[in-house]
């Protein structure tokens, strides 16, 4: 009779991975796609808070690890599709109401604009309802400036 040995157990996932070569795509995507950083965040549906402190570091110092899972999200975002979100249009509505959102809670107009990558005249456009439809990169940046100020209260710094 043969003692019947048991398999030994998979190999336990990382918890963490070196941030270094997902920091180095992040910046080579976004420069190649010529689009601002939360860009990434959102299409790749991501915290933007994760890719902010990837990029920029927290409190002062740069991040070192990432989660895997965070990692792998970022390495399926190529620079062709985030030149798409400059040229896709989509309906207007749900980025003006996400606009006037944040203009509610305090957000400088100048700065919102900046951020989402508009003229003032643009922005104002979007506010009043006088624009049926933006950019899908202005409607990912105006959703990545409401998922900031949800989580942080952040008013649209570091862009």
Do not use: K, Y
Not at 13 to 32: C, G, K, Q, S
Not at 85 to 112: K, S
Request: charged share 20%; with cysteine; glycine share 6%.
């Amino acid at each position: 009779m043969r003692a019947v040995v048991p398999a030994a157990p998979p190999a336990p996932r990382p918890l963490w991975v070196d941030a270094a070569p997902f920091r180095a795509h992040v910046r080579h995507t976004i420069d190649d796609a010529d689009v601002p950083w939360p860009a990434i965040a959102v299409a790749g549906g991501v915290s933007v808070n994760a890719v902010r402190g990837l990029l920029f570091g927290r409190a002062g110092r740069q991040q070192v690890r990432i989660e895997p899972r965070l990692a792998a999200r970022l390495l399926q975002v190529d620079a062709r599709q985030l030149i798409t979100l400059r040229t896709a249009r989509v309906p207007a509505g749900d980025t003006t109401e996400r606009l006037r959102e944040l203009l509610t809670a305090g957000f400088d107009p100048l700065r919102l604009a900046r951020w989402c990558h508009l003229s003032p005249t643009e922005l104002a456009l979007l506010v009043d309802g006088d624009a049926t439809s933006c950019t899908r990169l202005t409607e990912a940046l105006a959703d990545a400036a409401r998922r900031l100020h949800s989580t942080s209260g952040s008013s649209c710094s570091a862009a």
